[in-house]
């Protein structure tokens, strides 16, 4: 993976000094972030200058159909990308203890010491491959406790209690990965990511293969994080449950965020046509898909990339729209819907 240079800094050492637009200071902050991965004969345009900023007590879902780039942000967040990526543009952290990493720049060693885990946990997409396939649940966990500080006598009692939490039962915890089904592998991604206790979660798609009281289990769980002061960035499908937890809502599409809303004015009055068409697709709205299909992210149009799918669309859409920057409410649209968003 190629980035831009790494540096560990204090807070107060200049630049946004972690205060988003709404003067809060953030503790995630996502400036111009871009990702590509180069092909043989083509560059995929994974994630393309985002903007985000998540605060303390702040979930954040990433909603978007599949393949927009929501995976791809939340692992150059981590440093998890491969070696075809080059990752350009900012993502600071500010550390409740005052450091502020520079994500996109940071050391490998940086990263594995400081962040990963630590400041910054991951519910993978895919836990099934995540997970040791030599260790049991309860090996893992207590492993993942005591490397966080946690005593050997202290670590079994947590590590039940985290699997509690997430809803599997102690006796699941005895089980290798491959003995477990997708929903029970999901559940104990979440338990170990949340371990270690991180300010900052990031959960992609951490329902997978839940039934639906396991679903809102889960949700809720996320939910309280947020309530007694952590941070999450949800990466959903599922409108739903971004509705029934997010505080904010960042749309993705083809690579960009397209919209960033508080949850209910972005469910009450989408300003994005996409946002839109997302709603309307939804089964209790008018169960009407979005026309078209998305772009190839290997040919991405100069202009708008939803315009080929836009009943809007006009010839100023053949120009970018500016992105959301900042903090919520803004929309990338030439021809928003919600009168008065500002464009
Ligand atoms: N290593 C890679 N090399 C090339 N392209 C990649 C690589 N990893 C991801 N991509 C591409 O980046 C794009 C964004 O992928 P990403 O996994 O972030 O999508 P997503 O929005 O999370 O979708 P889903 O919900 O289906 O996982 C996709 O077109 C994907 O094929």
């Not at 980035?3 to 200049?14: I, R």
């Not at 200071?25 to 903007?51: I, K, M, S, Y």
């Amino acid at each position: 993976m190629t980035t831009t240079p790494g540096t560990v800094d204090p807070a107060d050492s200049g630049g946004t000094g972690g205060v988003g637009a709404g003067g809060r200071p953030g503790l995630l902050e996502v400036d111009g972030l871009t990702v590509r991965f180069q092909l043989r004969d083509a560059v995929v345009q994974a994630v393309t200058d985002l903007h985000l900023t998540v605060h303390p007590g702040e979930l954040l879902a990433v909603v978007g159909e599949s393949g927009c780039g929501k995976s791809v942000l939340a692992h150059a967040l981590l440093g998890l990308l491969p070696g075809n990526a080059t990752v350009t543009g900012q993502a600071r952290l500010h550390r409740p203890t005052g450091e502020r990493v520079d994500l996109t720049g940071a050391s490998e060693r940086q990263l594995a010491r400081v962040v990963r885990g630590r400041a910054v946990g991951l519910v993978p997409q895919s836990p099934a491959t995540a997970l040791n396939p030599v260790r049991t649940g309860r090996r893992l966990l207590e492993e993942t406790l005591r490397a966080h500080g946690h005593s050997r006598r202290e670590a079994p009692a947590a590590a039940e209690r985290v699997a509690a939490e997430v809803g599997l039962d102690p006796t699941d915890l005895d089980r290798y990965p491959h003995e477990l089904s997708g929903g029970m592998a999901q559940r104990l991604a979440t338990a170990l990511a949340l371990a270690p206790d991180p300010p900052l979660l990031l959960a992609d798609e951490p329902t997978t293969g839940l039934d639906r009281p396991l679903v809102d289990h889960t949700l809720d769980l996320l939910r309280r994080r947020c309530d007694s002061g952590g941070a999450v960035l949800l990466i959903t499908h599922d409108l739903a449950a971004a509705r029934r937890v997010a505080d904010t809502v960042a749309v993705m599409y083809a690579s960009r965020i397209v919209e960033r809303r508080p949850t209910a004015e972005l469910f009450a009055a989408p300003a994005h046509p996409y946002t839109a068409g997302l709603l309307d697709a939804l089964p209790e709205r008018a169960f009407r898909p979005v026309p078209g299909h998305p772009p190839m992210l290997t040919d991405l149009p100069p202009g708008c990339a939803f315009a080929p799918r836009c009943g809007r669309a006009t010839d100023v859409c053949r120009t970018p729209p500016a992105p959301p920057a900042g903090g919520p409410g803004r929309v990338a649209c030439h021809h928003p819907l919600t009168l008065g968003a500002p464009a």
